[in-house]
Each structure stands twice: as C-alpha cells, then as structure tokens.
C-alpha cells in the first residue's frame, strides 16, 4: 500500500507556479491577482479563505479579501460580484460558499463573469468541461487527477466508482474520468444506489464523496484498489486538541491494507483544492482558458 501525499504534491505544484509567476513578472508581465469574497465568519469557510491568501503569497500572486457581514443582501453581493467582473486587475475571484439562506448562491454563481470564474462553478465552465472543452475546471475534481496523473496510477480502461453526485465533486469527477486521456469506465453511486457494495467490489478505482465517515468500509474494496477519500467531517474528538479531528469517508485504518494506493483524512485531496485553485487563477492570468 502506498500513501498519496496531497500535501507533498500540492507542495510542488505551488513551487511550480511561482516559478512560472516570477518569469512572467521578470518579463514585464503582470502578476495574476486572485480576490475572494466573503460572507459572514463560518469556521470552515475562514479556514479555507485565509489558506487560499497564504497559497498565493507561496504562488506570488496578490490577492484580495473582501469580507461582508451575514446581514448583506442579495442585491448587494451582485453588485459586489459586478465590480470583480468589470475591474481590469482582478483575474479570477470567488465567492466563497456557503452563503447565508437568504441569498441564492445560484444567482451569484451565475453572475460571475465565466472568463473570471476559477472555481469553476458556472454553467458555462461546467459545460465547457463536459464536451472536453477548455474551461476552469472545479478545484476539488482537478487535484484528485492531478494526483491520479503524478503518481502514475493506471487509469485506461479501469473501472472507476464515484460515491455522491455533487456538482462541486461528485458529477465533475465522473466525467473527468470518462475523458480521452483517462479513460475510465465510470459508474456514479449516490444515495439510492441498491447494490452499492456490489458495484464498489467491482471498482478498480472508489472515489468517496459521500460525506459520511467511515462510510466505505474494508468489505466494499477488492485488493488492490486504488480509494481516494474527499471526505472532510469534523467529528468530535475529547482527546484531540481542538477538541474534533477531521474523518474522511473511508475507513481508513481497516481500508487501507487492502489497497495499492489511498490518500489520507487530512493530508490528501484536501491541499490539492487549494493548489487546484491557484492553477486556474495562473491560467486566468494567462488569458489560457478564453483567449478573447
């Protein structure tokens, strides 16, 4: 069994980025500015915003934070969206989710401009990815390939499970898997699948993105299968400092002897979303995505 190092990973894309930024500065280009935007004072989502601004001071882009109180109305945060969109200097943003009840998060990411949307949420850039079409791929999807591809893990003709069917993991990932280059053949599993340990027996490759721990367990994986784990629930821990400690969807410590590789909760898909978003930001820097 080998152990899928997102951190390590992530670690040398970033590396990677800044170089590339710093011979795009040197020769008079301008550096990519990512800017997020902020609603409220969740805790998952403080987290994630102030390690996306810490990933591009590594990366050496600049970046924005705009916060807003829980209270901003819809109308508001359009308009907010609308100024991202019509200022020169900001190549990518986010509008970090969730949002407050009251606000559809439908309507904002559908106001965000596509040549501008590094998350990769809007309805163009997820149709664009469909056909197989350039487009801002969501961040989540992109990294579990990126780690698929760097550690050089067989994907042609393998039969790949993707548990849950969510537009920001689930969905994206089947179809990425599906892609000439990859070539899975892809099964998609969601709550109202009747033979689901069935079908994960089968699965050379169990992408887990349930949100549920330990949901996948030691008798739903053949030997040798490769398990990636997207979950990330905070589960309550005495013993743990912060008094929780995250679990992904796999049971990890009774999965994992059966596999030939697996990624870890945390440590593993999660600090290749964060990368992930950076590659599209540098890419919208570039113009590489919509060349007009």
Known sequence: MELIDGKKTSKEIREEIAAE???????????PHLAAVLVGHDGGSETYVANKVKACEECGFTSTLKRFEDNITEAELLAVVDDLNNDPDVDGFIVQLPLPKHISEEKITEAINPKKDVDGFHPQNVGRM????????????????????RYKIETKGK??????????????????????????????????????????????????AIGKPGFVTADMVKPGAVIIDVGTTRVTDPTAERGWRLKGDVDFQNVAPKCSYITPVPGGVGPMTIVSLMKNTLLAGKKAIYKD
């Open 21 to 31: 930024v710093a011979q795009i500065v040197a020769a008079g280009g301008k550096r």
């Open 130 to 149: 469909t056909i197989g079409a350039p487009a801002f791929i969501s961040a989540t999807p992109q990294g579990i390939v990126d780690l698929i591809q």
């Open 159 to 208: 039969h790949a499970v993707v548990i849950g069917r969510s537009n920001i993991v689930g969905r994206p990932m089947s179809v990425l898997l599906s892609q000439k280059g990859i070539d899975c053949t892809v099964t998609v599993c969601h709550s109202r699948t009747a033979n689901m340990k069935e079908l994960c027996l089968q699965a050379d490759i169990i992408i887990a």
